[in-house]
């Protein structure tokens, strides 16, 4: 038995190695940011939790930076520190997860760290290590899962560039079985792996296993150009968690292929093609809705923000101001009062929808916008009748905009 520390324990692949470790009899201790944090933590602090670890597991990784938690940060220098805090530890070996590509003169940000700190472990001494180089990895509660799922579940599924961009697929639980095989490793560790399938495919092949995993019927690719593509991207970057960035674009444009055999001989048999690993995970109807409100909550999101925008707009000054003060006097509200009431409403409108447009804290936004719609439904109560009854029903829309406002904070949660 081995006892192993995982960085990163709290993600997709973190949990999937906890649990196949865990099964094969280890002591596993897998951990977030909140338990090792590789950017912040001193390196004394570092030195501590590592202490009395047979072995490390890296499995910390962003695909998109996020304020001082940048690419750069995480797989560069907080590899770097985890090397250092290892050695200083004792500990003796360290499985680090790259990824395929991974180059210092790498197409993409995400690979250039990667490659970077693959170039720091090669070089470094009085530790051994194992770099992992997984493709796409598949399995429940995967991104690219989520991602090719959702293109699956589409009324019409969205081809992806030109459709013919390839991957190699590996299923996450042969990831997790090369771990186990690699922590009970006699001898020194391999240094790299290549982490594939058995086969490439076109991302199109991907989608279309997905959606029989599924149970969805086989339907016909909507061609998407690669330019309104690269919009999507720039838009999901710029405004945070949207379904792709330019990142994961160019890495699956550039391609993601390698050769199997390496993998199959430390595994000690074939890795298992991608329908054949699914089939052993039925899916069930909670991964068909999340398929289908992959798109959904993005757009959701961004709806409700361009809504709460704009009302904020047209209550400054877009929309008549003497109809504005006319409405509040309804309502009982008059002078400076009024004043307040309106440019105080316009300001949290507008507020809370470039908070929800940029993603800052979704769930706490939309507490907020429910509170500040109740209040208003309440004000409005004295309103005359056609306020209520009128065929547009403008009152009686704060129910569904309060509904639709669960949702988001639901799925954003």
């Known amino acids: 038995m081995t006892s192993v520390l995982i960085i990163g324990g709290r993600g997709f692949i973190g949990r999937h190695l906890a649990a196949a470790l865990t099964t094969a009899g280890h002591r596993v201790t897998a951990v977030g940011r909140d338990g090792v944090d590789l950017i912040r933590d001193s390196e004394a602090d570092l030195v501590a939790k590592l202490a009395g670890h047979g072995l490390v597991v890296n499995a910390a990784g962003l695909v998109r930076s996020r304020g001082a938690d940048s690419m750069a940060a995480v797989h560069a220098e907080g590899t770097e520190r985890l090397i250092r805090a290892c050695r200083t530890a004792a500990v003796p070996k360290l499985i680090h997860l ?5 180059a210092p003169d790498g197409q993409t940000a995400y690979q ?3 490659g970077h700190a693959e170039a720091v472990l090669a070089a470094s001494t009085g530790l051994d290590w194992c770099v992992l180089r997984p493709s796409v990895v598949i399995g429940r509660g995967g991104a690219s899962t989520a991602l090719f799922s959702a293109l699956a579940a589409l009324p019409l599924p969205i081809r992806i560039g030109p459709g013919t961009w390839t991957v190699q697929p590996v299923h996450v639980d042969d990831l997790a079985a090369l771990v186990v095989r690699l922590v009970s490793w006699v ?3 391999p240094r790299f792996i290549d982490v594939v399938g058995p086969e490439p495919m076109s991302t199109d092949t991907l989608t279309m296993i997905l959606g029989a995993w599924l149970n969805l019927p086989s339907r016909r690719f909507l061609a998407v150009p690669e330019a309104l593509l690269d919009v999507v991207s720039i838009l999901g ?3 945070k968690g949207g379904p792709v960035n330019r990142e994961t674009l160019a890495m699956l444009q550039a391609g993601n292929t390698a050769g199997s055999a390496p993998f199959a001989d430390i595994l000690g048999r074939v890795p298992q093609a991608v329908p054949q690993a699914l089939a052993r995970h039925p899916a069930s109807d909670a991964d068909r809705l999340h398929a289908r409100l992959f798109f959904v909550r993005t757009v959701l999101r961004w709806s409700l923000a361009l809504l709460w925008i704009v009302t904020g707009l047209l209550s400054f000054g877009l929309y008549p101001l003497a109809d504005s003060y006319r409405l509040l006097g309804s309502m009982g509200l008059d002078g400076p009062l009024a004043t307040l009431a309106l440019f105080g409403g316009a300001g949290l409108d507008l507020t809370l929808g470039f908070l929800l447009l940029i ?3 979704p769930a706490a936004v939309g507490g907020v916008m429910l509170a500040s719609v109740a209040a208003f439904s309440l004000l409005a109560a004295g309103l005359p009748a056609e ?3 009128h065929p547009f029903a403008p009152l009686l829309k704060n129910l569904p ?4 406002t669960l949702a988001m904070m639901a799925m954003e949660s």
């Open 387 to 389: 306020h209520w009854t």
């Open 237 to 239: 970057e710029r405004l």
């Open 187 to 189: 001898g020194p560790l």
């Open 359 to 361: 993603g800052w804290c």
């Open 401 to 404: 905009i309060a509904a639709a």
């Open 112 to 114: 250039r760290t990667k």
């Open 98 to 102: 790259s990824a395929l590509g991974a």
